[in-house]
């Protein structure tokens, strides 16, 4: 919270000081979510649903100091490390060829102020989930407001995890050569 002190000149000349409070902008929460409302929060590493391509996912950004149909901007990055260090893999910025740009507008709920991001998981990235070691891509933003600069979530532990799953089926199983032997 910030202090700023303005000096009042009335037109008869007479002047006053006052001093006013104000909220530096903020990042105060933020959650990836299942629905639209920020209502039904994604965990990471919860085998409750496994996230595939083709699924839509939300990123939420609770704010603070930020004017109501104030604009965020974001960019999409997809966490990578290799042998636990995450500087000798560097994350990956394109899906598989073109940067995510979103945008998303606050909004007032109850007492607070959220944007929300609404981010489908393209088919189209399934290159990007081959190329991970473990065919899993970790997602977070970086998040923009005028000079408000961050990437969220904070800890890779809240990442959005999207693995790969195969395109078939049991009804149409990948060929294989099988062979029965009598014993």
Same mark, same amino acid.
């Given at each position: ?62 704010? #603070?100091?930020? @004017? =109501? &149909? ?7 990055? +997809?966490? $990578? ?12 910025a394109t899906f598989p060829t073109e940067e995510v740009h979103k ?14 991001? #609404?981010?489908? @998981? =393209? &088919? ?7 190329? +991970?070691? $473990? ?49």
């Amino acid at each position: 919270m910030g202090m700023t002190k303005f000096k009042l000149t009335f037109n008869d000349g007479e002047t006053h000081e006052i001093q006013a409070k104000y909220n530096s902008p903020s990042f105060e929460s933020n959650w990836w979510s299942y629905d639209p409302e920020g209502n039904e929060p994604y965990e990471h590493g919860n085998e409750r649903k496994t996230l595939e391509l083709g699924d839509t996912m939300y990123f939420n950004v609770e704010t #603070k100091g930020i @004017l =109501e &149909e104030a604009v965020l901007t974001l960019q999409l990055f +997809d966490y $990578d490390e290799a042998l636990w260090i995450d500087a000798a893999n560097p994350d990956d910025a394109t899906f598989p060829t073109e940067e995510v740009h979103k945008t998303a507008q606050v909004r007032k709920v109850g007492d607070r102020y959220i944007a929300t991001v #609404k981010l489908v @998981l =393209e &088919e189209s990235w399934v290159e990007v989930v081959e190329s +991970d070691i $473990d065919n899993t891509i970790d997602l977070y933003w970086q998040v923009r407001y005028g000079a408000l600069n961050q990437y969220l979530p904070h800890e890779d532990t809240s990442y959005l995890q999207v693995v790969e799953i195969p395109q078939h089926s049991m009804s149409n199983p990948p060929e294989r050569n099988i062979h029965f032997q009598r014993c």
